[in-house]
């Protein structure tokens, strides 16, 4: 089953003994059935804290405020047991480091069945095919032998592809995947993103792709989120954002990506200044503090969301001006 | 000019078992070269750049130069003497020194910022008059306050932890600097100042530096040459811009070719190297690299490649190097474009 995801002002708070951290504030974000959304930002942006919003597995001293919409239902207050339905069934996450995803005790076969624990239609023996079959889409050969393995025996691009395949086996309409190559090597990451090209054109739900790696996110998305200390400062087209970025971050944020850069620098560039305390975020922009084109009404008032064209906005008071 | 540091055919072997494996099974087990037949030269005041995947070895060569790693066959030669015994590279370590991969899990979290700059002063027996003084300035010479000395290390950000690194590495003065990838884990918008202070550092002290990186986009930037390293040994070296330019083995190729680029426009159709990184513990025969390489031949499955030296100071390990505009370079273009399929077979029908 395929729908789309709207969120809407939504802000995640953690209650920690020091006071209330701001991970996420006033956050919108909007994905439609065979769209390919990239979040990409820094350590600190919240950009894990969004995903773990979306597959509702934040901990337990969150506390949500807003709503997100899938498929026409309100994720946010949803009761428990109704979260856990639509995890197993709608909302599968693949996580950074695939070695923690799995259980060391257990083969991959093994675990591969378990995924599949809400499909009472099917035998093992069905399920097992349904293995075997998504095994050889993401790419794994041997997939009777490796049903066999641990998964201490397969290396870390390995272990991704059948994390990718235990996603999929629960035919999701939303696929997150959380750094899907920051463990990997540089020719690994290439493999994955291969795949995960391949796969999209075959699947017809949503991916979320969140990484730091703009490589990445250029290579995959077809829509991108920058993250700053919590808040997205702009969003747009994956073209616009690499070549039409307006906000001052994420021009920043570009400009000090060494692989832009053919020729040898003497200097590589930096963003000077370091995030905002997330306890107490500013009251106006929250890149005010770094940014060398802030003036008077970015230190007291948070900047609008300005329109830059369909589907591309940044929040900044210098956009607007 | 004589090189800083010269290493010659440096082979490393593990394998052979513990005490208690050989008490119980006396009979002798196989060695495995995880480093082999590696031979690099670095200047004074040169940055080398040693770059290769995960397994490739290059952390072990770093610490092999340094002799924390035992040696099995090989020469090491520092500053033209040769370093051979303990003595030998307690010597050499004392003017060399060594920014270990993950910064805040290298700092004892018990000392304070202040006694673990100072600590290595203290281990080489150089006479520290005021340790919170000489603390102080190493850490003016990485732009950080003087009020670090007080702190612990978990009270660091990680940029800052790797600045500590590079001050604590300064304090014996060295004439060498290796880093094991100096910017694993750091934010874009902070790498840049990591390698923009090791050399701004460089330019006014004058050490050499090896920076041993899986990070092509990064190494460009700040190396004068590169080494390339797969499965133990170096399959390519030459200067850093030349080969980004014209790479002559087809891993490092492939390497390059493997890197994301920032910018949709440039979408690549295929990204995609076969294959994985074999384990050296099931080396192939011949050319390490012909299982994933896209124009090997059937020479490179039973023939192991020698070194061979290139015009423009490079050397290259491989039978049918890429030569700029060559017959090889088409093929490889030809090749690497999206074949997941039994590329190998392919190319052996491809006449001669």
Known sequence: ?321 | MTPLLAVEDLSVTIGQGGFLSRLLDPRPLPGFNIIDGVTLALMPGETLGLVGESGSGKTTLARTILGLVKAAAGRIAFDDHEVRTSVDFRAMRRRSAMMFQDPVASLSPRLRIGTLLTEPLVIQGVAVPDRRATAKTLLAQVGLPASFVDRFPHELSGGQARRVGVARALSVKPRLLLADEPTAGLDVSVQGDVLNLIAELKRDLGFAAMIVTHNLAVIRHVSDRLAIMYLGRLVETGPTQDVFDAPMHPYTATLIQSEPVPDPRRRRADLAIRGEIPSVFRRPPGCEFHTRCPIAQPRCRTEAPAYRHMPGERTVRCHFPLETGGQEREAFSRASPNHRGNRHDQMEHRPA
């Open chain 1, 1 to 321: 089953m395929t729908g789309s995801l709207s969120a809407q002002n939504l802000s995640v708070r953690y209650e920690t003994p020091q006071g209330a951290v701001n991970a996420l504030r006033h956050v919108d974000i909007e994905a439609s059935p065979g769209e390919v959304i990239g979040i990409v930002g820094e350590s600190g942006c919240g950009k894990s804290t969004l995903v773990t919003a979306l597959a509702n597995l934040l901990p337990a001293n969150a506390r949500v405020e807003g709503s997100i919409v899938y498929n026409g239902t309100d994720l946010v207050g949803l009761d428990a047991h109704r979260q856990r339905m639509l995890r197993g069934d709608e909302i599968a996450l693949v996580g950074q480091d695939p070695m923690t995803a799995f259980n060391p005790v257990l083969t991959i076969g093994d675990q591969l069945v378990d995924f599949q624990h809400r499909r009472r239609d099917l035998s093992r023996g069905q399920k097992k095919e349904r293995i075997a079959a998504m095994l050889a889409r993401v790419g794994i050969a041997d997939a009777a032998r490796r049903m066999a393995s641990y998964p201490h025996e397969l290396s870390g691009g390995m272990r991704q592809r059948v994390a990718i395949a235990a996603a999929l086996l629960t035919d999701p309409g939303l696929l997150i995947a959380d750094e899907p190559t920051t463990a990997l090597d540089v020719t690994m990451e290439a493999q994955i993103i291969h795949l995960l090209r391949e796969l999209r054109r075959e699947f017809n739900g949503i991916i979320i792709v969140v990484s730091h790696h703009l490589g990445v996110i250029a290579e995959l998305c077809d829509r991108v989120y920058v993250m700053y200390a919590g808040e997205v400062v702009e969003e747009g087209g994956v073209d616009a954002i690499f070549h039409d970025a307006r906000h001052p971050y994420t021009q920043a944020l570009l400009a000090c990506d060494p692989a832009r850069f053919h020729d040898r620098l003497e200097r590589l560039p930096t963003i000077p200044g370091t995030l905002p305390s997330l306890l107490a975020p500013p009251a106006g922009c929250v890149y005010a503090s770094r940014c060398d084109r802030a003036f008077a009404p970015c230190l007291t008032v948070l900047p609008p969301k300005v329109t830059v064209s369909t589907r591309h906005a940044a929040r900044c008071h210098a956009v607007a001006a």
